[in-house]
């Protein structure tokens, strides 16, 4: 039977009907934008000012896009996804630290994030990386430029990286897959560096680290290319986490205020076709190139599927993992993970106070999700009225 990610059903399962009606409401609430922005400003403003209304936040968005504030309650989402063959990228979404000590703590969570996954008795094959929480976004911005650095800088360069090799060591020893985060285009060199380093040390036999290639920017395609002809000469497999980008009106923007050309695809449709022939160009080379596919877009997973069968690639090959963000998008996840496929979530988890900020964020920052809420709410909508007519 042809693959369709309109079966609601099956894409809904997993929900109560009570859940299922806290899940309507809060996107029909998101349908309209002007509201989305009031609620967005409010939710600011609680953090900011201390006011009383975080239980709200928890009980509604937090609730529907998080996995929970500790491991623990991570862990018990985990498994509720996995009775529906759903894995889980535990995320520890806390970003943007500038000190020593936040740069201590980010270190140990994400270690206990990779050991907790290894002994959990949930399927947790990913934790994903956010280099940012390691080193000040203003040090990779000077690595970057390719600016001399002082001995100082080099020193707090040298000590990001030893943190980044543990992570990576303790990955491997526990048979955990890492996923290095991308960023903003004018850091990204230094991430993309070290990120090469650690494949080429930790990825000989099976591929524990991956690099993201965010596909919006005209030139990833051909540094898939690059960076997977570098892998075959160093004798390495290239891990590659697919997803179309989250910076876009704010990359468009800084390069017209710095008056460089913009690194982002001119239309959608150009990235649309970037991410589609960088999945084909990975599913060409299977053996030596493992894709996570990150993607909201059924027509990618689709093409993605159709070229599995085509050259005869089993749905449970552990080079190809489709993931859609907890929350949005289970008519993809669950109707994949239903027809053999291997597909989970990406599950942010931490504190309300970091992860609601982490969330809008992203929001601002990615208009695709935004476009997403109308989609989310029909689909919710039909589950809700086949749940009424059994």
Not at 68 to 81: D, I, N, Q
Not at 169 to 193: F, G
Not at 226 to 243: M, N, P, R, T
Request: charged share 30%.
């Amino acid at each position: 039977m042809a693959l369709s990610f309109e079966n609601t059903e099956l894409a809904f399962r997993y929900k109560s009907n009570k859940e299922l009606n806290k899940a309507h409401l809060l996107f029909k609430a998101m349908r309209i934008s002007w509201l989305t922005k009031i609620g967005m400003k409010m939710a600011e403003w609680v953090f900011k000012f201390h006011l009383p209304f975080t239980g709200i936040l928890k009980a509604t968005v937090f609730k529907q896009f998080c996995g929970g504030e500790t491991l623990e309650e991570a862990g018990l989402t985990s498994l509720h996804l996995n009775k529906f063959n759903v894995g889980v990228a535990l995320d520890y979404s806390v970003e943007g630290k500038e000190s020593e000590n936040d740069f201590q703590r980010t270190l140990e969570e994400i270690l206990k994030a990779i050991r907790f996954a290894a002994n959990s008795n949930a399927d947790i094959p990913f934790v994903p990386v956010k280099v940012t929480g390691f080193v000040r976004f203003d040090l990779l911005a000077k690595l970057h430029a390719g600016d001399l650095l002082t001995n100082a800088e080099q020193a707090e360069w040298e000590k990001a990286k030893s943190r980044l090799h543990e992570i990576a060591k303790v990955a491997k020893e526990n048979n955990i897959r890492i996923l290095i985060d991308a960023e903003h285009s004018w850091i990204q060199i230094p991430l993309d560096v070290i990120t090469d380093e650690l494949m080429e040390k930790y990825n000989k036999e099976y591929p524990y680290v991956y690099n993201t290639f965010q596909m919006y920017r005209h030139d990833r395609l051909s540094f898939l290319k690059k960076s997977h002809k570098k892998a075959q000469e160093k004798g390495y497999i290239l891990g590659a986490k697919f997803v179309r980008g989250a910076y876009m009106e704010l990359e468009r923007q800084r390069a017209l205020e710095k008056g460089y050309p913009s690194p982002i695809n001119a239309t959608k449709a150009d990235t649309d076709k970037e991410f589609n022939q960088a999945l084909k160009y990975a599913l060409e080379h299977i053996d030596e190139i493992a894709s996570f596919i990150g993607t909201h877009n059924e027509e990618s997973c689709l093409k993605a599927t159709r070229i599995m069968e085509e050259k005869g690639i089993p749905a449970t090959h552990k080079h190809v993992y489709f993931s859609q963000l907890y929350g949005m998008s289970d008519n993809i996840t669950f109707n994949l993970a239903a027809a053999g496929y291997q597909a989970g979530k990406y599950l942010p988890y931490g504190p309300v106070k970091d992860v609601i900020p982490y969330l809008l964020r992203r929001a601002e920052e990615n208009s695709s999700v935004s476009d997403q809420t109308g989609r989310e709410f029909d689909l919710l909508d039909q589950e809700k009225k086949r749940r009424k007519s059994i």
